[in-house]
């Protein structure tokens, strides 16, 4: 296996793991499995989201971001760093700095982008974020009720 796997691979898997193991000790609403629904909703909704908006934002930006399938697993890596970042990071402010240089630096890095990529990039997967996080709590929110 290459570094175009293995890089992304294992910041994904430890970012993973601080997710996984953060929402064990914090979970939401006392519940882990709804603490480890929450995580894995919003990875997956952040990454398939992800891919589409980049691969639009390419389109109309003339950007390429290489093969889907090491895409997939880039963005993964890209979306879960900075939520396990951010997860632990217990001033809102600070974690979304911090948020943002994670974005700047791994799409950077991993995408091997220009600075004017990497900002369209930025800004389409902050927003991408915002978006997975309101349709995470409404998701969330909608299974609570459903089973109460």
């Known amino acids: 296996m290459d570094l175009e796997f293995k890089v ?4 994904f898997g430890v970012s993973l793991a601080v997710l996984i193991g953060w929402a064990c000790i914090y979970p939401a609403q006392d519940s882990i ?12 909704v952040n990454v398939i989201l992800g891919v589409v908006a980049l691969f639009v934002a390419a389109a109309l930006f003339n950007m390429s971001f290489g093969e ?22 217990p001033n809102a ?4 700095v911090v948020s943002l240089g994670l974005y700047f630096g791994l799409l950077s890095w991993l995408f091997d982008l220009d600075g004017k990529d990497v900002l369209i990039s930025t800004i389409v ?3 991408v974020r915002w ?3 309101i ?5 969330l929110v ?4 459903a089973t109460n």
Not at 8 to 11: A, C, D, Q, V
Not at 69 to 74: C, E, F, N
Not at 142 to 145: K, N, S, V
């Open 33 to 44: 499995g709804i603490a480890l629904l929450a995580v894995t909703l919003s990875l997956g």
């Open 68 to 89: 889907l399938r090491s895409a997939y697993l880039k963005l993964g890596a890209i979306f879960a760093a900075p939520a396990a970042a951010t997860s632990i990071i």
């Open 131 to 133: 978006l997975t996080l």
């Open 125 to 127: 997967l902050a927003v």
């Open 135 to 139: 349709v995470t709590v409404l998701i």
């Open 8 to 11: 992304p691979g294992i910041i």
């Open 93 to 96: 402010a600070i974690g979304w």
């Open 142 to 145: 909608g299974l609570l009720h």
